[in-house]
Structures are given as C-alpha cells and as structure tokens.
C-alpha cells in the first residue's frame, strides 16, 4: 500500500487511528468539546477535534483526547463541525483537504448547542444525497452490464448463425428470401406520383435478420438526372432507421435496383418497412412496377404522409438474406448503403492507437526504480510492457488518453516469460496520480469520470482481459494508469508483464 | 456489429431525466414490474422502461414481491433513487398475481393521469416507442380496451403471429393468446378487474382477461408492439403447462358462464361466422352464424378480396368454413316455419360426407319433413335446385383448380360431383316457392368465376406475414367451437335478444298419437307461460302438421339420421339400449343437434337417453315423460319405464301422465322428489261457450232408437281391435241396436288376420280415415253416444277425456291409468277383465245394457261432461312452470298466465290422404312395433306397487 504513514508506524496506537480514518466515514469538528455531542451521535460515527497542520499532516484528536497525525484525507469526512465563534478557521482545514485531492469539500455546519437535532439533519440531508448520487452511478453501471448482457446474446445468435452458414456446404452466401415479381399492367398507378411529398411505405415480408440487400422495380425512369432516390429501411417495432440510400436516379436502370445493406442485419428479428422518395422529379415522377393484386390491407404501397394505402398492389420487390455481417460483393450490381442517420447514438470500441501507446510513462517512479525501464511502449505489439517490483507496484500513466465519452478501458495482460512468477495487473483511469493510486490501493471506488479494473491475476500462458467502466461520464480527458504487482510480493524476476490491445468503448 | 451495439445504446442509454421544475410529473402509462427472483435481469426490464421515447409521462413500478435475494432490493432501491419515475415497492410473497394488483393499486391511487397499464414481468424487455405507439392505438379507438402482442422471444428465438382479429372464441378455447405484457386501458383497472390471487401456478393472466371478457372488455392485437419475451429452457409457463388441465379445470369452472355454448355460439356469430350466404343477383353477401341474428353484410368484392387474404394468411384473415347459395325470400320462408336453423345443421353435416347439397323446397299444406336424396343415376338431381351448399375446403379446390369442368356439372342430372340433396317440405306459400329468375346453380358457378378471374388468384401462396403462425386457422374457428362444445355440428340458434327459457321437446315422431299430443300440449302450456318451445324429432324426419300447433314451435328440428329408435349393444332389466360411449349413441351429433336448449323433455326417445347425462352436465335440465308400460310378446312388463330407471340419474324430474306410473317408478327406485304427476287434459282447446253449445244440442237431441258408438284410434293389437271387432260382430248377431263408427289406420303388419278394414267391412262396418283436427274430433264425439276403448294397455288416454269433455260415454278397459279418468258407471264403464273372452263378453253386455236404457246414457254423459269441465293443460302444467322458474328464477316469471292454450278455430283441413293411403302410422307406434315385438294378446298392465303410503308422501 502506498500510505506512508502506515508504513512508519504500522504498530503504534496514532498509525492505527489514522487507519481507522482512511476507513470509515468521520465528522470534523472544530471548537468543539467531544463532550458537548450527544451521546448517540458520538456512538454512531467517529468524531475527530481538528487541532492544525503541522509539517503538512492535519493534527486531529479522538474522543479521549489521543492526537495523532495524518498525511491523507480521511476517506469520507461527513461535515465539519465548528463552533460559531471560531468561524474562519476552518479554511486551514479545507484547504488542507483541497491539496489531498478532495474536490468537494465537506460541508461546514456551526454547532449550536441546544439545536443539535437541526445540525444532525442538515448532516442526514448530506448523507441522502451521498446516497442518491451512488444509486445514480450503480443505476449506470448497471445499464452498462445490461447493454453489455445484451450484446453478448446477440454476439451468441450471430456467432451461431454464421456457424449454421458456414455449415452450409455447396451453399451461396446470400439467398433470395422473397421475391414479388413485377406485374404488367396498362393502367398501372405510379405510385410515387400519387403520393406526398414524403414518398411511398412498403412493409417487407421477411423478418429483419440476415436481410442484406431490398431490391426494387423499375418499369420506366425519368429523364432528368438530378433527381435524386431516398430509400429508408425502418424497424416496426422500435420505430429504428437501420439503413439509408441516397441514390441519383441516373445510377438507377430499368428493371431490378439492388441496395446493399452496409452489412446484414442481425439481433432480433423486426419488421421491415422501405420508404421510397424522390426528389426533384416532380413533374416526372420515375415508375415503380408492382407486383400483382394483393389482398392484405398492411401490404399495400401507402403514402409514408398518411400512411393510406395508394394501390391495392404491393411493390415488386426482392428481398436478399446473408451471412450477418457480410457485405455484398463488390461485382455485385448494387447500391451501397450512402450514410448512417447521425446522432442515433451507439457504442464504438477504438483502439488506442500505437502513437499515443509510445507515451506511456512511469508514473510512481518516486516509489520504485530499475535499472531499465519499469515502462516501455511496445508500439508494434500494441503493448506497453510493465514490470512489477518485488514490493510494491509500477504505475504507469498514458496522459490524456481517455477521451470524456468513454464508456469502458480494456486490455489483455500477459506476461511474456516463461520463468516469471504470477502477477497481478490492474487498469485505471484517474485525473491524478493520487487518484489513480487511491484507486489501485482499492481504498475507495472509482468516482465521476474514473474506472478501475481491480487486479487480474494472471499466470505465464493466460491472457486474461481487463475491464474497467466509467459510470459517470466527468466531460474531461483523463489519464490513462496501468499497474503491475507481483502476486506473491518477493521475486519479480523475468516478470515480463505487458498490457496488450488496449482499447476504449467509447459512446457515439 | 456497430448497429447493434448502436442500437442497444439508444435503448439503454437515454432514459428521460426527470428534471425537478414546475412541469408536474404525472404518467399517463405506468409499467408495472413484478419482482421475484429475477435480480439482475430486472435491471433489462427497468431500463426498456426508462428508455420509452414518449411524449407523456411514463413510471416504473417495481414491485418486489418479497423475493429472497438481496440483489433484488439493491437493484430496485438503486433505480428508484436514481431516477423519479422508478418506483421500488415491496411485498410480502404473495405470487404474480397479487404483486400485480399491489402495482394496480399503487397506480391508481397515485396517478391521477394514469391512462393505462402495461405489465412488464422482470425477464422481459419492450422497445423504446413501444408505450407511445401502443398508447396511441389504443385511444384510437374506443372497443379496444387492452392491446396485446405478437410474441417475440428471445433466448430461445421465436416469434408467433398473433395479428388476427381478436377473437374470444379463440381466447377461449384455444389458448391465452393475450400475452401479460399488455397495455391495459384504465377503464378495465377501474371497473375491478384484478389477477386472481389464488392462482399461483400460472395462467393468473388468462384468468385476468376472462374477467375482462365477463364484464364485456375486448382486446386488440397490435403487430408492431416491440415486446421481448425471455424465453429460456425452462420457466413458470412451462410449469403452468405442466398442470394446464388442472388450471383449466379452475377457469372452466370460474368462468361457467363464458365457456357456455351459448356464449361461443354467440361470439362465433360476431367473430368467425360459420357461413355465408351469397346472393349474386344482389351482390350481397351475408356472413352469420344465426341468419336470424343481426349479423354483418359485405359486396361481392370484398368478399372476393377476403378468400384470397384467407388462402394467403389462414390464421390472420378468414373467410366462414360453409358456403351457401339461397335467396334473401327463401332463408326467410324457412325461417318463418322454424326451419333455417336446422336446414343449415344438416347441410353442415351432409357437407363433411358429400362435395355439395343441393337445398329444394317443396310445399306441403298437411307436413314438415326432410328428405335425403342421394343424388346417382338411378337418383337424378331435379332442375335448378333452390339452393347449394358448400365446404370452404371444396369451394377453394375448385377456385384454384386449373379447370372448372368439374364442378360445372353440377348443372347436369347426374354431376360429377357427389352431391345430395336436402328436400324441404312444409307448408310455403306460392309467393315463398316460386324459384327466382336467377338460378342458385349458376349463383354457385358466378361466385367462382368471381374467384377465378380475380387478380388476386394471381398472387404466389407464400406467405407474407414473417411471423410463425401459431393461431389456428380462423375459417376453422367452428372445429374449436365443436370441441369445446363436445358437439358436431353445433346447432347454430342463437339465444334471443330477451332470453326466454328455451325448452325442447324430443320425441320419436311427430304423427297423431297421445304421447305427440300431450307434448304438444305441455309445449303450449309452457309457450303461454313465457318459454320458448322447440319440437326435436329423432326418427322420421316428418311432422304431421297440426293446425292448432302452428307457431308453437319456435322451430322444428330433424335429425334426419340413421338413428334406431330401440336397442343397443347393452342390456338393463332385459332391455337393449345404448350408453354415451356407443358410436351408435352418435353422441357428438346429438349433442350438437340438441345444443342452445335450457331444458330438454324427452317424450320417449329411447337412445337419446345414452347423451342426456352430457347435457345436464352442461347445466341442461332434463326432464323425462312417461306415460306408459308396455308388455313384450310374452307379456313382460317393459319399455320406457324401464329405461327410466336404467338413467334416472340423469334426469331432473321425470313427469308421469298418472298416479298409477308415478307409484311404479317410485315402487321401483325413483325418489318422489323426482317425480312429477302431469295430470292429462282434451289435447285441444275448446272454449266454455263452444263447450255448453255442443252438450245442449247433445242434451236436445232427439231420442234416438239406436246407440251411436264409436271407436278412434290404430286398428292395432294394444287398442283391443280383435276384442273391438268380435265385440261388434256379436252384438249385430245378437240384433243389439247400435251404430257404430270405427275411425282409425290400419297397421298392416300388425294384424296377422288380414286387413282389419276388410273384415269390418265382411261384417257391414265401415272403417274410416283418422281424423286429427280438432274439429272432425269434436264432431265424432258429438255424434257418439259412446266410445269405446278395449285397450290391452294405455297410459292415461286423452280420448277418454275428449269424449267426456262432450258427454261421450267412455267404455273402456281398465288398464293403465283408466280408473283414474273414469268412475265406474259414474262418468262412464269400466270392463275389469283381462281375458279376451271375457272382455268381448263383459263388453257386449254392457253395450247391450246401455242401448236399451237410454236414461242411464243420459246421467253417465252429464256426469262425464262435468268431471272434466275445468281440466286445462295450462293448470295441469302450472307444477312443471313452478319448477323451471326455480331452476330458472331471472328467465322464466313465477305467475303464469291465466289461460294458455290458444283457441284457434281450425281449418277445414282434409285427413292427410298420404299418411290414410300410405299406412303411415299414427300415434304411439315407434321401431319397437316396427321390429315386431309385440304381443297379440297381453294381459292388463298392473303396478308394480300400489302404496297408499307412497302416495300420501308423495301429495304432501
């Protein structure tokens, strides 16, 4: 642990008040005899006197009278409590706090004997709102573990999907799933000049995983070539624009128009509506052939405006299914999918890149020291190797590396040294050294726009991976800290320990 | 990968903040989650709620139902302090339903606003525009009272297509098709309906939409609701189907009334109507289940579209099971004679066995029936039949069939198509029977060509909706009907609006005989009492029409099947018979032909006894009349008694015609509780005035020098006709002075002599034609000084009330009931011998005494005139009304009407020259008789018991 005072005094009776400090929450108190508390109140949290500062440790007394010093801020002082008539003096205090890197000081509350029940309430309201702000950032996390349970079954459906494609022999990539084949007619509506401004609907007959490409009917195209397609494909049952076309009609030729999906669609299964709309073509509107008369209501081609049916008539349309994630080939004649609707949100996992690995330094090089360097960029390897004391850990810092929307710090730890004992790796993202040793000491969680992956064990031959989630996002760039310590504190020979494909999720 | 990791963030990552301000938070839609052992899944269907992108305000209630593990708690206490539209509540256990009521309630008591209620369980999930979109739908329109959805799993994938038109006739005997997680309207909630708490095994949610079904809420699927249900191995669904029989007991049992056949028989009508009637002069086209119901009309088009939509999406869109082809005027013609209803029963059933049936409609002014006509080249198909009608599954064969050759000969005598068809005869008038200028034939033939050249026909089957299809086929709505039911076909008469009490009355056949007309009668009486009276015939589909019945019968019903009238494969006290599991009992065809009744009043239907227990375990009463034992060749007492007692239990009351049968059925094991003496009355009505003026001219008329004496009934072995005929030949040896009248049909086969006609005629008797109106009765009584019954056995004969009404002297046997109608040389004569020869001599002196003492006519005429004098039916009956109105106290008024029996002026209606020429038999003859196993001679029938104890019990 990297308390000093601690390892001073680790035996006497003011190192282990002080401990007791950096354990549970305390109250502060200032011109105040311990004597003048309630009882009760003095029974359910400590109370410390706050003496001074001397020789940059806080001088603070417990209820008997003990004094002891202490270099760290207490891990969760309560409120200070100050005698009205000494008003001003709790500065010292506060400051002393600040430069310990507590950035929300405790609340000053002036203790009036006789209304000691409005002091307690204000301290309760204090603690209720401690409360609510942590439930907040579980509520967070939770959420993450939530999208993250979710992305895992739909990672299982894709996987086992691709493995029931991949078991297809002889088979093609992409099927033809449904097909409704045009239907000539001498009076055949055009469709997309009967409809408003906002284009035509079509709801698709097949279900939405796997779908990779919609084709569409031409019978006769418009002249001009300015117009310009709009084609949507929208999921029913949340309403989700899962792909956009924007296509000059000029690129669009008689007879079947295939557009290519970015990648076939998978998760759960939705219905599919296409919107179709053109621009600049008002007074010649191409012609969309249909398919024959179809006699469910929900399948006619309807104005997307009014959502009434405008033929009694489906679209002549193909839709293809494929392998999750697999693009059309590129001899295919189709159109690409142009643009994602911006600002629908989502995750993107980024790694970091090798440049910015190559600015990894020792952050604690005042606690240990090698004769080589304890840290070194591993660029080519997209690593940074991190050798552990045999006391004590390394601390490494990439400065500003974790951008204010990151949502998780990941990387793998192996050790790359068949001789080298177990050794135990962690990740951490902080403001400050001293938040990011907090961190790895374990002596407090992670606060608004910090993580931590607590310490991963890992034997020569593992490769296990560190996690560390942010639950509230602090809107700033902050260090990146990894550390190593050996798991069993003694020889950290050949501990060739390496954070590898470090990578962030980041929320888009 | 990206879209979806995209995708989940926008789900998961934008919950509405609730932001402290002026703008008062206030849901219009709160979702309820009951918790219990689902800790970390929770946190899934919390956040689906935070993240509902709606323009009002949306709560989520947590409501912990005491689940053992902390996470629980942690997790719902951390979502309520980190968000103000979370709400943690906690519970003791109480099971889903009742930690779904507590969120009820916390929601109606806090939301002022609240609009509805979606129930989210704790594993499952809902899209982000599900509660704005569904919300939206909801309000949409005002007979939506719940929205439910199509199901889509996860875990184990899966997503079933429940986007058909709610239907509560699948709701219920399919399957709960509505899913909990529903969007429930806030009117539902404040009209009290909550989830059973007592149902802890599962299915609470299926028993919650009942009540809403009882209290006359009705849902509405919504195919894009965006519901995720977690489907995993194993779940508290599964275990429900685990013990499914056992909850469905329960719901059936909670829910009596819905799963009456009455209630799915109505919900068909309104939902899935079982037949459409397509007239293709107007282009109307009828969809019902009841065409005498109000019930939905569409064009031609329409209906055109909707076959192709059905063939294309069975289990959404649907089209009725049973086509049919007849005109507007003739539906109406049937309807009016009470036929329609059984027409279409009948052609339903003839349709599983033959491609089509023809429908002609004949007119008769003396009958009802129903002919089968098999149609083959030794049976051709007559021209132009008035109707057709159809299976769907036929009919769209032939509209996808490449050719129509086939099912256009339909227009030749002898089509390729097996065809049968239905004669309808009765009383039409000309106006009814005149056939249309369009023929129905070439109606059928339009409809498909309608079909055919549709350019939907066009359309490759492939089906359209992604979903699996899980719902069963709706043209196929009427087989879970049947099911449910335990009926096939299931008798499309729905209940009236008014819901009088609906009685049927079985009987054999429908001829002349006493046990016809005492259920004629008994019907009258209780029509005039407020009931409505159906006639269910089970043997010769033919109902000898009388006059004074007409519109009685709310309808009249023939079987029209091989149905044997007598035996079965089991024996009870020497007499064959046939139990509920007999294919012969044909039980799900009587069950069907029989449904929509409340009360049944078997008048000797011998088989039907094998399904009677069915019914009255479906709430029918049941109801037994006895009137007579009769004797085998070899003089054994048997007969309907018997069986009586063979299915006692079964019956609610068995109603005798006499002391004397009630004393044998309680002798015999039947409680007196049970029984029920149905004192007989003159089978017609005749007014005081019309009364007092035939027994004046009677009293006025001059003396005459010989005795007028008269016999009505069959020439038959049980009315004595040996006895009557060598009775008759001694006295005109002897010179006696008398006149005789001998009114009757001849049972040919029964008569082993010969010709009884003939015979009378060798001794100078003429035998006459039976006459059956009321008025030729009256007018054989008035002229007859005496009649004359040398019965071997009877029950209560109504003749002898008939002729005593008039001041006939009745002369008669003492057999059966006898003593109880006649006071010897009181109101008229009893002979007390059994022996023939004794009876023929007994009965010769008697005759011979009374031609000679014209005096003595004169007291026995006025004392019989009197002793029947306030003898009406509808007093008689006044027990039996009593009776069903404390079976039925809110359907049937406790008070019946004074005078029931209609008093109708009869008609002058000739004899019916078929059933006088043809030998058909009139009253009492039944297959027993057919089969020939009838004494000639058999002694006279004695009780099996006479106690006066019994009967003082009894009266009190």
Redesign the interface.
């Known amino acids: 642990m990297t308390v000093q005072i601690s390892y001073q005094s680790l035996t006497s009776p003011a190192s282990q008040l002080a401990l007791d400090v950096l354990r549970e929450p305390v109250l502060l108190r200032m011109g105040i005899e311990h004597d003048e508390f309630p009882r009760g109140l003095s029974n359910a949290v400590t109370i410390l006197g706050f003496e001074g500062v001397k020789d940059d440790s806080a001088i603070l007394c417990n209820a008997f009278g003990d004094k002891f010093e202490l270099r760290e801020a207490p891990l969760c002082p309560l409120a200070i409590l100050i005698n009205p008539l000494h008003r001003g003096r709790e500065k010292r205090l506060l400051d002393w706090l600040r430069d310990r890197g507590v950035p929300v000081p405790p609340p000053v509350v002036e203790w009036h004997s006789g209304r000691e029940v409005d002091t307690v309430a204000l301290i309760v309201q204090k603690l209720a709102g401690l409360?609510?702000s942590d439930?907040?950032r579980?509520?967070?996390s939770?959420?993450?573990?939530?999208?993250l349970?979710?992305?895992n079954?739909?990672?299982q459906?894709?996987f086992a999907t691709i493995e029931s494609f991949l078991d297809r022999q002889g088979l093609q990539p992409f099927d033809l799933a449904?097909s409704n084949e045009p239907?000539s007619s001498s009076s055949r509506s055009n469709v997309l000049a009967d409809a408003s401004q906002d284009g035509i609907s079509q709801i698709l007959?097949?279900?939405s995983a796997g779908v990779s490409a919609v084709a569409i009917h031409f019978e006769r195209l418009g002249k001009r070539d300015e117009s310009v397609l709009h084609a949507e494909l929208v999921t029913?049952?949340?309403?989700?624009v899962?792909e956009t076309w924007v296509v000059a009609l000029s690129k669009c030729t008689a007879g079947w128009n295939h557009f290519g999906l970015?990648?076939s669609?998978?998760?759960?299964?939705r219905?599919l509506k296409l919107r179709l709309r053109v621009e600049g073509a008002d007074d010649e509107m191409p012609l969309l052939s249909l398919?024959?008369?179809?006699?469910?209501d929900?399948?006619h081609v309807r104005d997307t405006a009014h959502n009434a049916s405008l033929v009694k008539n489906?679209l002549a349309l193909q839709v293809w299914c494929g392998m999750p994630?697999v693009v059309l080939p590129a001899w295919a004649n189709y159109m690409p999918a142009q643009s994602r609707r911006t600002g629908?949100?989502?995750?993107?996992?980024v790694p970091v890149a090798p440049s910015i690995l190559e600015l990894a330094t020792l952050a604690n090089s005042d606690e240990i020291s090698f004769e080589f360097p304890a840290i070194l960029p591993l660029p080519q390897e997209r690593a940074i190797a991190c050798h552990p004391p045999s006391v004590g850990m390394t601390i490494g810092r990439l400065p500003a590396a974790c951008p204010p929307q990151t949502l998780r710090i990941s990387a793998n730890a192996i050790i790359n040294n068949e001789k080298s004992q177990d050794v135990e790796f962690a990740l951490a993202v902080a403001g400050t050294l001293e938040g990011a040793r907090q961190l790895l000491e374990e002596k407090r969680g992670p606060e608004c726009g910090e993580a931590f992956s607590g310490w991963v064990r890992a034997a020569v031959g593992d490769e296990p991976r560190l996690n560390g989630f942010i639950g509230e996002q602090a809107g700033v760039w902050q260090n990146v800290y990894f550390a190593t310590r050996m798991a069993d504190p003694g020889d950290s020979s050949f501990a060739w320990a390496k954070f590898r494909d470090i990578s962030l999720l980041l929320?888009? | 990968m990206l879209d979806l990791v995209k995708h989940h963030l926008t789900a998961i990552a934008a919950p509405p903040e609730i932001e402290p301000g002026p703008a008062r938070f206030s849901p219009r839609v709160a979702i309820l989650i009951p918790a219990y052992k689902h800790s970390v899944l929770l946190s899934e269907a919390i956040e689906s709620a935070l993240a509902q992108d709606a323009p009002f305000d949306v709560a989520a209630v947590i409501v912990d139902d005491g689940c053992p593990y902390p996470e629980t708690a942690e997790t719902g206490r951390t979502y309520a302090l980190a968000h103000e539209n979370v709400f943690y509540l906690r519970k003791a256990n109480g099971g889903l339903s009742s930690a779904r009521n507590y969120g009820i309630e916390f929601a109606l008591r806090h939301f002022p606003d609240l609009e509805a209620v979606y129930f989210l369980d704790a594993d499952n999930r809902i899209t982000p525009t599900a509660m704005r979109d569904v919300l939206a739908f909801l309000k949409s329109d005002d007979t939506v009272d719940w929205v439910y959805p199509n199901i889509d799993k996860f875990g184990i994938e899966w997503s079933g297509n429940y986007a058909t038109q709610y239907s509560r006739l699948l709701h219920l005997t399919f399957d709960n098709i509505c899913e909990a997680g529903s969007l429930v309207s806030r009117r539902l909630l404040d009209a009290g309906i909550r989830f059973d708490e007592s149902m802890t095994s599962g299915f609470e949610d299926w028993d919650f939409w009942l009540q809403a079904i009882g209290r006359g809420f009705l849902g509405a699927n919504y195919p894009f609701f965006g519901f995720e249900y977690r489907q995993r191995a194993e779940s508290m669904l599964r275990d429900s189907n685990r013990t499914r029989e056992g909850i469905l007991t329960y719901l059936h049992q909670k829910h009596k009334k819905l799963f009456g056949a009455d209630t799915l028989l109505t919900w068909e009508h309104e939902e899935a109507p079982r037949y459409v009637a397509i007239g293709i002069g107007s282009y109307a086209v009828d969809l019902f289940t009841d065409p005498t119901a109000s019930h939905p009309k569409c064009s031609l088009e329409e209906f055109v579209t909707r076959f192709w939509a059905a063939k294309s999406e069975p289990e959404t869109f649907g089209i009725p099971p049973f086509l049919i082809w007849l005109t507007a005027a003739h539906r109406e013609a049937l309807t009016r004679l009470g036929l329609i209803h059984n027409l279409l029963w009948l052609g339903e059933r003839l349709c599983a066995k033959h491609h089509f049936v023809a429908i002609r409609l004949e007119s008769s002014t003396t009958k009802v029936g129903i002919d089968l006509r098999k149609i083959s080249e030794t049976q051709h198909l007559g021209d132009k039949p008035f109707g057709w009608m159809c299976s769907l599954d036929i009919f769209s064969t032939c509209a996808e069939d490449a050719s129509d050759d086939w099912i256009r000969s339909l227009k030749r005598a002898v089509p390729a198509p097996d065809v049968v068809e239905i004669v309808v005869t009765g009383p039409f008038t000309a106006r009814e029977i005149q056939s249309t200028a369009l023929s129905q034939t070439h109606a059928l033939l339009a409809t498909l060509g309608a079909l055919r050249d549709s350019g939907y026909r066009l359309q490759p089957r492939e089906r359209w909706l992604w979903r699996s299809a899980y719902l069963p086929n709706r043209n196929r709505y009427f087989e879970l009907l049947r099911k449910a039911v335990g009926a096939t076909p299931v008798m499309p008469r729905l209940p009236h609006r008014a819901n009088p009490l609906r009685v049927g009355f079985l009987l054999p056949i429908a001829s002349f005989g006493g046990v016809e007309k005492v259920a004629y009668a008994v019907a009258q009486a209780l029509k005039a009492a407020g009931c409505e009276v159906h006639l269910f015939l089970m043997g010769k589909p033919v109902y000898n029409r009388v006059p004074e019945n007409d519109g009685v019968f709310k309808s009249v019903n023939f079987l029209a099947d091989d149905y044997p009238l007598w035996g079965g494969p089991n024996q009870f006290a020497g007499h064959d018979l046939l139990m509920g599991h007999d294919a012969g009992a044909k039980a799900d065809h009587i069950l069907g032909f029989l449904s929509g009744l409340d009360v049944v009043i078997n008048n000797q239907v011998a088989p039907v006894n094998a399904v009677l227990g069915d019914l009255r375990r479906r709430g029918v009463k049941v109801l037994n009349y006895v009137h007579v034992l009769d004797k085998t060749r070899m003089g054994r007492d048997a007969g309907h008694p018997y069986l009586s007692l063979a299915f006692e239990h079964v019956y609610d009351k068995i109603l005798t015609c006499s002391h004397d049968m009630t004393e044998w059925l309680h002798a015999m094991g039947v409680p007196s509780a049970k029984l029920m003496h149905i004192r007989n009355a003159a089978s017609y009505a005749m007014s005081a005035k019309e009364r007092d003026t035939q027994l004046t001219a009677r009293r006025n008329r001059p003396q005459r020098e010989k005795l007028n004496l008269l016999f009505l009934g069959r020439l038959d072995a049980q009315k004595g006709i040996e006895r009557l005929f060598a009775t008759a030949r001694d006295l005109l040896a002897q010179g006696v002075p008398v006149n005789w009248r001998v009114i009757g049909s001849e049972v040919l086969d029964q008569a082993g002599g010969g010709s009884w006609k003939s015979r009378f005629n060798e001794i100078g008797l003429t035998v006459e034609s039976p006459v059956y109106s009321s008025r030729h009765l009256s007018r054989a009584f008035n002229w007859a000084d005496a009649i004359v019954l040398p019965s071997r056995w009877e029950g209560a004969p109504l003749t002898i009330l008939e002729a005593q009404r008039l001041g006939c002297v009745p002369i008669a046997t003492a057999v059966g009931a006898v003593e109880e109608l006649i006071a010897d040389d009181v109101d008229g004569v009893v002979i007390r011998s059994s022996d023939d020869g004794a009876v023929i001599r007994d009965l010769t002196a008697v005759i011979t005494a009374l031609a000679g003492d014209p005096a003595r006519v004169r007291r026995l005429s006025e004392t019989a005139a009197e002793r029947n004098a306030s003898l009406t039916w509808d007093r008689n009956v006044a027990p039996l009304v009593q009776q069903l109105s404390e079976w039925f106290p809110d359907r049937l008024a406790v008070s019946p009407p004074e005078s029931a029996l209609r008093l109708v002026e009869p008609p002058a209606v000739d004899p019916p020259a078929e059933a006088a020429s043809s030998g058909q038999r009139t009253p009492r003859e039944s297959k027993t008789r057919d089969r020939g196993d009838l004494p000639a001679h058999r002694p006279p029938q004695v009780a099996a018991a006479r106690s006066a104890n019994m009967f003082h019990l009894r009266v009190k």
Request: glycine share 12%.
């Open positions: 409360l609510v439930a907040k579980i509520a967070s939770t959420r993450e573990l939530s999208a349970r979710i992305l079954d739909n990672l459906n894709r449904f239907v007959p097949v279900a029913m049952e949340d309403g989700r899962v970015s990648k669609l998978a998760g759960l299964r219905t398919g024959g008369l179809q006699p469910l929900m399948f489906s994630g629908e949100g989502g995750f993107a996992a929320k888009e």
